[in-house]
């Protein structure tokens, strides 16, 4: 973090940063435990994940009051402005992604309670993993300042897409061979696909990054699978 004459504005920074840290690891542990409930069959964890998403949302607000006292106070230029624009996006993208772990959760409940559910068809957790250690790797890179990292993460999006598209065909074809299926194989297309966006948004994040520290955004287009069905 860069320091300033005026040590109050550093503290508003610093402020606005361990919010946006909070939030981060709340976000983690919603996806987190959406993911571990869901593989093991826990009905009674999904409430609570849907209860907390409410944190995430107040935590946010905070964030954009933050955010819009900060810039009325000290109208910050250069970096210091895109600390704090940054600051509030991130914040949102942060939201968003314990939006779709509420999601997940509220689909999981109905997978979960079919009388005939005994394991995922598909590797439904190796993606939210893959996807869990990017928004792990999005949040520190973030907070260290390292567009290297970040520039990693925005290129890994393709392999996001891969698993989601291989997971989806795979879904397709036992909709068609289990017809009986269908209510709970489509919850657990649309879970994947949340996944999926998550991966976007962590991508978003790094996207972020790179533009407080660079002042630009990266010059080349985000990697993306093609969709071959």
């Not at 600390?83 to 772990?101: F, P």
């Not at 409940?109 to 893959?130: A, D, K, M």
Request: hydrophobic content about 40%; charged content about 30%; cysteine-free.
């Amino acid at each position: 973090m860069v320091t300033h004459i005026n040590s109050a504005f550093d503290d508003d920074i610093k402020d606005l940063n361990n919010k946006i840290a909070k939030l981060g690891a709340l976000a983690e542990t919603q996806l987190d435990e959406t993911l571990v409930a869901l593989q093991k069959k826990n009905i009674y964890k999904f409430e609570k994940i849907i209860e907390r998403d409410k944190k995430l949302d107040k935590i946010n607000d905070s964030i954009s009051a933050s955010v819009f006292e900060t810039l009325a106070l000290w109208s910050p230029i250069a970096y210091d402005l895109r600390s704090i624009l940054v600051a509030d996006k991130i914040g949102s993208m942060l939201e968003r992604i314990g939006d779709y772990s509420k999601n997940m959760a509220r689909r999981s409940q109905i997978i979960v309670n079919e009388e005939h559910f005994e394991t995922l068809p598909v590797n439904i957790i190796g993606l939210g993993q893959h996807v869990q250690n990017l928004l792990h790797e999005s949040l520190d890179a973030y907070m260290e300042l390292n567009i290297d990292e970040a520039m990693r993460i925005w290129e890994s999006d393709v392999d996001t897409d891969r698993l989601y598209l291989s997971i989806f065909k795979e879904l397709l074809s036992y909709i068609s061979d289990t017809p009986d299926d269908v209510k709970m194989l489509t919850h657990m297309i649309f879970i994947s696909k949340n996944l999926e966006r998550v991966g976007d948004y962590t991508t978003s994040i790094a996207k972020q990054t790179y533009f407080l520290v660079e002042g630009t955004v990266p010059k080349s287009e985000r990697p993306k699978a093609s969709i071959i069905i």
